[in-house]
């Protein structure tokens, strides 16, 4: 047996030594990929932690007054190490308890100081460094240290780019407190799982920013805003309504100084109300504000209104309600019942002559109740009689509820405020049909 094993290797094609090699190496390999995957990372974040400053997490804000002067004994190192290491994971749960409780009683100062200390110890783990930013950054934010705020949150979310939670709060941040431009740094770090949801809550956070202007002389930027709100989430009716209220008025700008253009610009709303109602599955009052004021613009001023009998035939023409099913029908004329209650409350401000709003509110009325018979009687432009019972025809239209929570709203809202929700809202009573 012996001298069978001597001969086989004696005649095997690979050397003995070259056997010893490779075991060698392969044994080397493990060795070195265990140093640098463990002992490497723990060292570098030791040494990382050891020379990392508490400036970079303090407040800068001349609202923070004084210094934090807070010692903490649950986090002293003066201990003995094996006494040190096994009460450790005791001390985090002590610090960030303390944190928060400082927190709701209103001493945020204490609070800042206690998540500051967490953060730089250099014996916390990556995990509850994580979750000491997380508070920290909300806990900035409810002091009114916005920028700070999010300076602390965008830091995490570098860590941890695919975090959903991180990110939410980081999108609600720039909602609440900055303009698209910090919103679009933001979307270029997150890499996280992007689903309807998530591009619901982005489409609906570049609406509220682009909203929030002060002034929209040059409406080419927030057409492109709103282009970029649709292409995050095509099925957002917000979105939609958005694109549609800064085309329509980029249109008008154009044609303010010709009344015929003005009549057949009515007419491509219409017809993008009825777009939009198509697929809508929510309240019908999308739409209705802006309408509102595009209707209160033209039966407002009498010698705009005189021009109808001269663009009739093309009005017509580009909208039709011949061509509405029946079911869109149905949304389209309550479309436009919140937009005409909000008009006549409109006059009733404005207007302080009982003979003139009457007037300017039947012609309204009417204009709208033939609008489904494609043809205008002669003497609406007459009419003037008292119309003071219409609201009674809608009350209560304005009044909704969340389809998620249930919960009662006395206006028509694409955010629930109670959930959260987004375009959830229904009617609570249905209005009156034509």
């Not at 100062?109 to 110890?121: F, G, P």
């Not at 409810?142 to 695919?162: C, D, F, I, W």
């Not at 249109?251 to 491509?268: D, G, Q, V």
């Not at 003037?384 to 304005?398: A, H, M, R």
């Amino acid at each position: 047996m012996a001298r069978y094993v001597a001969t086989t290797l004696i005649n095997s094609p690979t050397p003995m030594w070259d056997s010893f090699e490779a075991v060698f190496f392969v044994l080397a390999g493990i060795s070195v990929g265990i140093v640098f995957g463990v002992l490497f990372p723990s060292l570098w974040r030791t040494l990382r932690r050891y020379f990392r400053k508490k400036s970079r997490y303090e407040p800068r804000s001349s609202k923070w007054e004084g210094s934090l002067s807070l010692k903490l004994e649950i986090l002293n190192d003066n201990l003995p190490d094996e006494q040190s290491t096994d009460n450790f994971d005791q001390k985090i749960y002590e610090a960030f308890s303390a944190a928060r409780y400082f927190f709701h009683i209103g001493q945020t100062r204490k609070s800042v100081s206690l998540y500051v200390e967490i953060l730089t110890h250099e014996k916390v783990s990556t995990q509850e460094t994580n979750r000491a930013l997380y508070e920290l950054a909300q806990v900035y934010e409810q002091m009114g240290l916005h920028q700070r705020a999010y300076e602390t949150v965008l830091e995490l979310l570098n860590r941890k780019p695919s975090d959903v939670n991180v990110f939410k709060l980081l999108l609600t941040q720039c909602v609440l407190n900055f303009d698209i431009e910090r919103l679009k740094e933001v979307l270029g770090i997150f890499k996280g799982h992007v689903d309807q949801n998530i591009r619901r809550l982005i489409s609906h956070g570049i609406c509220s920013l682009t909203l929030k202007r002060k002034s929209f002389d040059d409406l080419s930027l927030p057409i492109e805003e709103a282009r970029l709100a649709v292409k995050w989430d095509r099925t957002s009716l917000r979105a939609l309504e958005l694109l549609w209220m800064f085309t329509s008025r980029q249109f008008w700008k154009r044609n303010e100084n010709n009344p015929k253009m003005i009549w057949l610009s009515l007419a491509t709303d219409l017809d993008a109300i009825v777009q939009i109602n198509t697929v809508n599955k929510i309240s019908c009052a999308i739409g209705s504000g802006y309408l509102a004021e595009v209707l209160e613009k033209l039966f407002f001023d009498d010698s705009l209104f005189f021009h109808f009998e001269a663009v009739k035939s093309e009005f017509f023409k580009a909208f039709s309600y011949a061509k509405i099913n029946s079911v869109v029908q149905k949304k389209f004329f309550q479309c436009l019942l919140y937009s005409l209650v909000l008009v006549i409350y409109s006059f009733h401000q404005k207007i302080p002559s009982v003979e003139e709003r009457t007037q300017k509110c039947s012609r309204l009325f009417f204009f709208f109740f033939f609008l489904k018979h494609e043809k205008i009687p002669p003497h609406i432009f007459q009419l003037s009689g008292d119309i003071k019972g219409l609201p009674c025809f809608v009350t209560g239209i304005l009044a909704h509820h969340c389809t998620v929570c249930l919960t009662e709203h006395s206006s028509f809202q694409w955010n629930c405020v109670h959930c959260g929700a987004t375009e959830t809202h229904m009617p609570i009573h249905e209005m009156m049909n034509f």
